[in-house]
């Protein structure tokens, strides 16, 4: 599992900040996860063969997390995109990016879906035999989802050496790999978890932003491994996170605890903080596992 | 009258690269020109006061000539303008700029005032004593305006020394540099052209992107001083002019050289070759005063 952002400040692009934006890929799928404005220059930036990513996850319609994807799709139109491109975001995002389209008489080459998004409660919008994404619900100034990305348990691994020496045949081994007892070249019924172990854990990661707090959320994120929460602001600012429906590096690091998260990731920095080290500083006294989130930055899982 | 170049290449912007823009100041107006996604970072980075814009033009909607608009219109906002601004361009540009603010539950604390065009022959659009902005129809795949802004014929200059030889009051000065006769103290009649010198002459600037090769434009552009005109392609690439409806850096100079302008300025290069000067040496071979948009770059006039 790997975390590129390319993106991740509020409000405004500048010369050096870029709105929200990131990259996850999980189980060799690419998911893109909001589109500030720039995003397509990010992803040529950071060397990211964005002709792979087919699902986009817009958390909301504010422009910082948006403004950027009708030039990505317009983009995937110059590149002679041929594959499905699925977008999932709050309603009104298909007539605003068709309006677009329209506009400027163009159409897709490629097939474009949209998923609108409306439900007040999580729900599984993209699922297959791999992984699955559900919305997480989130208090903001508009209708508002995070995400889950949740990988399914994979396969056992299976124990080469010992099958070999219960005499089974290589063409059982992806029963083995299944779970599944088998029988050997000697009418053996073999235990699976003689030759097999467990595979790899399911790993999982939350994207929550934009966010006033809210510990509505804290049961879905329960034991997640990964968790990128909102901290615009500072505790000092604390009085600002309720007109604005954002959160503070401490209440994201109240989230984590709360949640028994492993790691969490800050990011949606205000740009009137000079530091960031600040927010990190800050979260630790209530979450020890903090990484910031840094425009161009990866985290490997 | 300055000319700073924010982005002047065709189709996507890129990480080296950005998308139609430009800023035109021209009697201590400051005009923006076309807005491809990421010119609110262009304007940031190129220094320039961008809240002093009030008039924004927009050539077409195809993408790389607006995308950026909402994104400025937007950071208006958080910058808490309060000055009017308006923007001229073709109909649709308000009904996804506002769809665009409703969906994200923003409005702007500014007046924000569209001008839609929809005339097929040269209008002017926005004038004052000083200067006017008048279309220029163009050919393209989509409907598309120019502009030709214009000084107007300032004040004649005062010979101080001469109005003092003749004795003349000092509060007639205002109206010698209107062009009057006065009296001076002695009662003797003053012709206006023994203490006064022409103005400066009236400048122009002409934004011609993106266009097909079309001598229609010509008379409208005749002896400006300053022609910006697109050149998406070189003469090797001519068969493509037609169906994209872009010109050549040929044509282009050819444009010129038989409007009689002062200067060509060439730009929208398609970011299919890697070397701009190219564009210049073909055109030289038609017309000889020719220079090189880039982004970043700056012409004063």
């Known amino acids: 599992m790997k975390l590129d952002i390319l993106g991740c400040y509020a409000a405004t692009p500048r010369s050096l900040t870029n709105p929200t934006s990131q990259v996850l ?15 397509q220059v990010q992803l040529r930036k950071n060397k990211i063969k964005f002709g792979k990513i087919e699902h986009i996850f817009i958390s909301h ?5 948006f403004y950027g994807l009708i030039g990505l799709i317009s983009t995937f139109m110059l590149l002679n995109r041929e594959k499905e491109l699925h977008v999932y975001g709050p309603k009104g995002i298909k007539e605003v990016i068709l309006l677009q389209l329209k506009l400027s008489n163009a159409w897709t080459p490629y097939p474009l879906y949209f998923h609108e998004l409306t439900s007040t409660e999580p729900e599984i919008v993209y699922e297959n ?6 919305t997480i619900p989130l208090k903001h100034r ?16 299976l124990l080469v050496e010992e099958a070999k020496k219960y005499n089974i045949d290589v063409t059982l081994f992806k029963s083995l790999k299944k779970g599944k007892d088998v029988v050997s070249e000697e009418g053996e019924l073999i235990k699976n978890e003689l030759v ?25 994120l329960s034991n997640i491994d990964v968790l990128y929460h909102e901290s615009t602001f500072l505790e000092e600012q604390l009085k600002l996170t309720e007109p604005t429906k954002h959160s503070t590096a401490k209440q994201a690091a109240t989230i984590a605890k709360k949640a028994n998260v492993k790691q969490l990731i800050l990011g949606h920095y205000s740009t009137r903080y000079p530091d960031i080290e600040l927010f990190e500083k800050e979260a630790e006294e209530v979450f020890p596992n903090v990484s910031l989130a840094e425009d161009g930055k990866s985290f490997e899982f």
């Open 142 to 157: 508009v209708y508002t989802n995070g995400f889950l990305f949740r990988e399914k348990q994979g396969d056992r691994k």
């Open 61 to 65: 319609l504010h422009g910082d997390h």
């Open 196 to 220: 097999t172990e467990p595979g790899d854990a399911p790993k999982s990661y939350a994207f929550c932003s934009d966010t006033v707090f809210s510990e509505n959320i804290i049961p879905q």
């Open 129 to 134: 035999n791999k992984l699955s994404v559900e």
């Open 25 to 39: 890929t999980m189980q060799n799928q690419m998911f893109l996860i909001d589109c500030g404005e720039g995003t």
